[in-house]
């Protein structure tokens, strides 16, 4: 079965770092690039940014660039998202999706982690 | 940065016909944006729809169709279920992708 999991939800204080996972398994990994989305509390899906795994090309949303790196290692199969100083506005879920093909089909998705950041 | 607009509201009876509509602020749609359509219920993470236009996944129940409209992506629900109710986005992507806001679909 193909299927993203993704690592289990955050609670950490404004200013720590973060790096959530995103794990693929039932298909080549390297292959297929991931992306990852926020959702903010009530609100709708923001692209964050998307990854080949197979040479780590990277490619990120004006409005995230600079603001999270997202990285991957495909010896074991797993896509990354890290904060280095965490902001109450980036609570929110955060979702990983795979890209396949030529025709750019979002096809699978990872069941989400939520982050909550708080003092 | 492109702005993607959907309908924020639909309402539809159960069996009737619906169409939702993706409209970029830089211009018509078009395949080479390769829309993509999602659905997402309460709680739950988004599911695939439909892919580069109008390809339904293995899972996309027929009653789901996707097409451009007007120089729009549009997505069709025929013989609406009351399982369809639920919140639907579309992705344009060409090089980076951008979200629609969603439109949340009543059937009622």
């Known amino acids: 079965e193909v299927q993203l999991v993704q690592s289990g939800a955050e609670v950490k204080k404004p200013g720590e770092s973060l790096k959530i996972s995103c794990k693929g398994s039932?298909?080549?990994?390297?292959?297929?690039?991931i992306g990852w989305v926020r959702q903010m509390p009530g609100k709708g899906l923001e692209w964050m940014g998307i990854i080949y795994p197979g040479d780590s090309d990277t490619r990120y949303s004006p409005s995230f660039q600079g603001q999270v790196t997202i990285s991957a290692d495909k010896s074991i199969g797993s896509a990354y998202l890290q904060w280095n100083s965490l902001k109450a506005s980036d609570t929110a879920m955060y979702y990983c999706?795979?890209?396949?093909?030529?025709?750019?089909?979002?096809?699978?998705w990872g069941q989400g982690t939520m982050v909550t950041v708080s003092s | 940065q492109t702005v993607v607009t959907q309908e924020p509201s639909l309402t539809v009876s159960p069996g009737g016909t619906v169409t939702l509509t993706c409209a970029s602020s830089t211009g018509a749609v078009t395949s080479g944006f390769y829309p993509n359509w999602f659905q997402q219920k309460p709680g739950q993470a988004p599911r695939a729809l439909i892919y580069s236009t109008s390809n339904k996944h293995s899972w996309t129940p027929a009653r789901f169709s996707g097409s451009l409209l007007g120089g729009k992506a549009a997505l069709t629900l025929s013989g609406v279920q009351p399982e369809d109710e639920a919140e639907y986005y579309c992705?344009?992507?060409?090089?980076?992708?951008?979200f629609g806001g969603g439109t949340k679909l009543t059937v009622l």
């Open positions: 039932g298909y080549t990994f390297s292959n297929y690039w």
């Open positions: 992705l344009l992507y060409s090089g980076g992708g951008v």
């Open positions: 999706a795979r890209r396949g093909g030529i025709l750019n089909a979002f096809d699978i």
